[in-house]
């Protein structure tokens, strides 16, 4: 009897379930699809152009699955990029207008490199996707990290909302040998390139730069690199020593206060700086220091972008210790 009961229930349930009106179910789009094999899909960026692109990594990158299919032992250009409420939740042209171009002086200047963009811009607002994934579709080495919600961490945005420090997150990701943090209102210059090659090739850790008088700074955060893979733990526990941080966080100057707190005390020993002007300075003592390999060419300092064209020319002369040996003759460096 107990049987027979269970049989003529489960038969009514089955017709009550056949007879009732399906939902209405939104069909995926086919360019999610690999992205949702990969158990990510609310973490990536959803362009066309990744359609097929393979996901799967033993180790999970903490940018995005577009940055996990490319697999260890990447060399990333870093940058943030942050909107604002005032703007529609975009950044304003100057900081927006250049990436294109400097995606090209990446390609140019660092090929085989990644250019990474940690940014609080919403694939689901058309706007900022449709501008993201023309950004990645065109430039192939392009990659968006949105930062509420990273792969591993989540949404980062209540730790540390200054979105200065975002481009900082590559000395955590396990898939990065070797990172710079770079300004999005700078140009990516020959002189730059040549400073970096020469720290590449050493055995230095970390690599800073000032090139200008306006420069006097322990750090700045737009012109320092590391090579996480000589020491992950290092890199790892200072970079979320620096998201931790909260003192001062609402100066404009707070990304380099906590470069100059946490990663100068830590580091300055395993440094190279190139410096044209304070490389005796004594506060700055640490760092071996360098002279820029290449001449400047005109206004063109490292660290320059268009937001100086109307500025009057750097005249001043750089020490004869910041100058090369065999170049004393570079008075500008």
């Given at each position: 009897?107990?049987?027979?009961?269970?049989?003529?229930?489960?038969?009514?349930?089955?017709?009550?379930?056949?007879l009732s009106p399906l939902p209405s179910i939104k069909p995926i789009p086919r360019r999610l699809y690999d992205v949702i094999r990969s158990g990510s899909a609310a973490l990536d960026l959803p362009c066309d152009c990744d359609s097929g692109r393979p996901v799967d990594g033993a180790v999970p990158s903490?940018?995005?699955a577009r940055a996990t299919s490319r697999g260890p032992g990447q060399r990333?250009?870093?940058?943030?990029?942050?909107?604002?409420?005032?703007?529609?939740?975009?950044?304003?042209?100057?900081?927006?207008?250049?990436?294109?171009?400097?995606?090209?002086?990446?390609?140019?200047?660092?090929?085989?490199?990644?250019?990474?963009?940690?940014?609080?811009?919403?694939?689901?607002?058309?706007?900022?996707?449709?501008?993201?994934?023309?950004?990645?579709?065109?430039?192939?080495?392009?990659?968006?990290?949105?930062?509420?919600?990273l792969?591993?961490?989540?949404?980062?945005?209540?730790?540390?909302n200054q979105g200065r420090m975002w481009r900082f997150l590559p000395g955590m990701d396990p898939l990065v040998d070797v990172f710079l943090s770079r300004d999005s209102d700078s140009l990516i210059l020959d002189r730059e390139r040549a400073a970096v090659q020469e720290w590449l090739d050493s055995d230095f850790m970390f690599h800073i730069m000032r090139d200008h008088p306006g420069h006097y700074a322990y750090i700045?955060?737009?012109l320092w690199g590391a090579k996480p893979h000589m020491d992950r733990e290092l890199m790892a526990n200072l970079t979320r020593r620096m998201l931790f941080h909260t003192e001062s966080k609402h100066r404009k100057t707070f990304d380099q206060e906590?470069?100059?707190?946490?990663?100068?005390?830590?580091?300055?020993?395993?440094?190279?700086?190139?410096?044209?002007?304070y490389c005796t300075n004594p506060n700055f003592r640490g760092p071996t220091y360098r002279p820029f390999p290449t001449r400047i060419e005109g206004r063109l300092f490292v660290s320059y972008g268009p937001r100086f064209a109307n500025t009057k020319r750097n005249n001043r002369k750089c020490p004869a210790k910041c100058r090369p040996p065999d170049h004393q003759d570079w008075e500008l460096c």
């Amino acid at each position: 009897m107990p049987k027979r009961w269970f049989v003529l229930c489960l038969s009514l349930f089955l017709c009550l379930l056949l007879l009732s009106p399906l939902p209405s179910i939104k069909p995926i789009p086919r360019r999610l699809y690999d992205v949702i094999r990969s158990g990510s899909a609310a973490l990536d960026l959803p362009c066309d152009c990744d359609s097929g692109r393979p996901v799967d990594g033993a180790v999970p990158s903490t940018c995005s699955a577009r940055a996990t299919s490319r697999g260890p032992g990447q060399r990333v250009v870093s940058y943030s990029l942050f909107g604002s409420a005032r703007n529609n939740g975009r950044a304003t042209g100057r900081f927006e207008g250049l990436f294109a171009e400097n995606a090209e002086n990446i390609k140019a200047r660092y090929p085989g490199w990644t250019m990474r963009v940690y940014t609080n811009y919403k694939p689901e607002i058309p706007e900022q996707r449709e501008w993201m994934c023309g950004m990645q579709c065109n430039h192939s080495h392009v990659d968006f990290c949105l930062v509420d919600r990273l792969p591993g961490l989540g949404n980062i945005t209540g730790l540390q909302n200054q979105g200065r420090m975002w481009r900082f997150l590559p000395g955590m990701d396990p898939l990065v040998d070797v990172f710079l943090s770079r300004d999005s209102d700078s140009l990516i210059l020959d002189r730059e390139r040549a400073a970096v090659q020469e720290w590449l090739d050493s055995d230095f850790m970390f690599h800073i730069m000032r090139d200008h008088p306006g420069h006097y700074a322990y750090i700045l955060a737009g012109l320092w690199g590391a090579k996480p893979h000589m020491d992950r733990e290092l890199m790892a526990n200072l970079t979320r020593r620096m998201l931790f941080h909260t003192e001062s966080k609402h100066r404009k100057t707070f990304d380099q206060e906590v470069l100059r707190r946490v990663l100068w005390p830590a580091t300055k020993d395993r440094m190279m700086a190139h410096d044209s002007y304070y490389c005796t300075n004594p506060n700055f003592r640490g760092p071996t220091y360098r002279p820029f390999p290449t001449r400047i060419e005109g206004r063109l300092f490292v660290s320059y972008g268009p937001r100086f064209a109307n500025t009057k020319r750097n005249n001043r002369k750089c020490p004869a210790k910041c100058r090369p040996p065999d170049h004393q003759d570079w008075e500008l460096c």
